[in-house]
Structure formats: structure tokens, C-alpha cells
């Protein structure tokens, strides 16, 4: 049981440059979020997807866009990329409970992408 | 707008110490907290989950406590060992699908 993959691990950019990260998780959970880790910050939450088709913005969502064409996948795109957008970017999955159960659902992480815009 | 805050922001205890780490939020109206342990260069594990209806939730040398009503929640680590060293983070869950961040703890125990 793979848990949550994200592909690549490590990536330099030069600025105006895309890419796209990849999450995959196989826990068939519902939930997906793109964050992003930056020192003394913690995580900010970037997009998140409740569902296979839909997607929602974060606390930072500019310069970043998404897409959750199947349940498994969550794709976050840099389309320009700039040197603000270094940092690392964890992908994370969550289960939607039933009920009350709802609130004992964990979140699971993948390992991180460390990306380098130049 | 909910807000985490996390302190002290680094920690440095010798072995065997019994410690408390704090976590903050702003806003009581909560679905759970949860505990993260990071480790250098990886992703995070969670530690603890506890619920709004509760007070504190156990796992082994961990002890984690939530008084919602006053916004806070502490992990207690007893008898603290070198493996223990990473950053720990706080989350709080103000709704069905956010996930909300403090920015964590540096924890650093010396043999």
C-alpha cells in the first residue's frame, strides 16, 4: 500500500518555465490538498479538491492552478513559473467520514517535492 | 480567519526530560486537531487526532490535550529520547474540508 506518491522529488526551474506535480494516493479518498512549506510559515494550503472534478482555492492559490480529472489524481500546475514559487510542496489525501465519523478522518501526507525556481 | 499558532518555535532538552509543546487557534469552532511529527527533508506522520468532543487522546509516550473552549491544545512527550527530534505541528480542521496549519516546533533532544 503505496499511500500518497508525489512525482517528481526534486526540481530547479528557471523563471517563465512550467510544470506540473503530480499526486497519486490509493486509499480512494475523496479529499486532496496541495500545500506548500516554507520556513517559518508551516503549510499553507493552496488548492484542495473534495471530489473527482472539482476543485477549490486556498489560502494561496495565485500563480498556481489544478485539476482532479480522476478520483486518484491531483495535478498542481505552475504556468509561469517565478522565484517566489520555491519552496516544497506536500500533497495530502483525507477520507470523507460518515456522519460524526467525520470527524475522526486523518490526514495522510506524501513525501514532498523540493522545487527551485532560478 | 482561523490562525495557528505554535510555541515555543524551537526546544532543546536533554534526554529524558518530560516536555510539553503548545498549539494555539483563534477560532473554537473545530471539527478535530491533530498532531504532526516532520522529519528532515520527509513529509508528515501523524501523531494524535482528537476530536471536538474530546478532551485528550493517548499513544504511547504521547499525550495530547484540546480545551477548545480556551483555543489551545498541548503534546506532552514523556521521557523524551534522542529519536524524538523533529518538528512537530499542530492542524486544526474549522470545516468539512480545510486543514489549517501552526507552524511548528523545532524539537532537538540532546543524549
Known amino acids: 500500500n503505496a499511500g500518497v506518491t508525489q512525482t517528481p522529488k526534486f526540481r530547479v526551474l528557471k523563471t517563465g518555465q512550467s510544470m506540473t506535480l503530480l499526486c497519486a494516493q490509493d486509499m480512494n479518498h475523496e479529499y486532496m490538498y496541495w500545500y506548500r512549506q516554507d520556513p517559518g510559515m508551516g503549510l499553507r494550503l493552496i488548492h484542495y479538491s473534495v471530489g473527482e472534478g472539482t476543485t477549490a482555492k486556498g489560502e494561496v492559490p495565485d500563480g498556481y492552478n489544478v485539476s482532479r480529472l480522476k478520483k486518484q489524481n491531483f495535478l498542481l500546475g505552475l504556468e509561469s513559473a517565478a522565484p517566489s514559487q520555491t519552496s516544497v510542496y506536500f500533497c495530502?489525501?483525507?477520507?470523507?467520514?460518515?456522519?460524526?465519523?467525520?470527524?475522526?478522518?486523518?490526514?495522510?501526507f506524501g513525501s514532498g517535492t523540493q522545487l527551485s525556481v532560478l | 480567519k482561523q490562525e495557528v499558532t505554535q510555541i515555543p518555535a524551537a526546544l532543546s532538552v536533554p534526554e529524558g526530560e518530560n516536555l510539553v509543546l503548545n498549539c494555539s487557534f483563534t477560532?473554537?469552532?473545530?471539527?478535530?486537531l491533530q498532531w504532526f511529527r516532520q522529519d528532515p527533508g520527509k513529509g508528515l506522520t501523524s501523531l494524535l487526532l482528537i476530536q471536538s468532543s474530546q478532551r485528550e487522546q493517548t499513544s504511547g509516550r504521547l499525550n495530547a490535550s484540546l480545551d477548545k473552549s480556551s483555543g489551545r491544545s498541548t503534546l506532552y512527550i514523556a521521557a523524551s529520547q534522542p529519536g524524538d527530534s523533529a518538528t512537530y505541528l499542530c492542524a486544526v480542521r474549522p470545516g468539512y474540508d480545510k486543514v489549517i496549519f501552526g507552524p511548528g516546533t523545532s524539537l532537538s533532544v540532546i543524549p
Open positions: 477560532d473554537s469552532a473545530i471539527y478535530n
Open positions: 495530502a489525501s483525507k477520507r470523507r467520514g460518515q456522519g460524526v465519523l467525520e470527524a475522526n478522518e486523518k490526514l495522510f
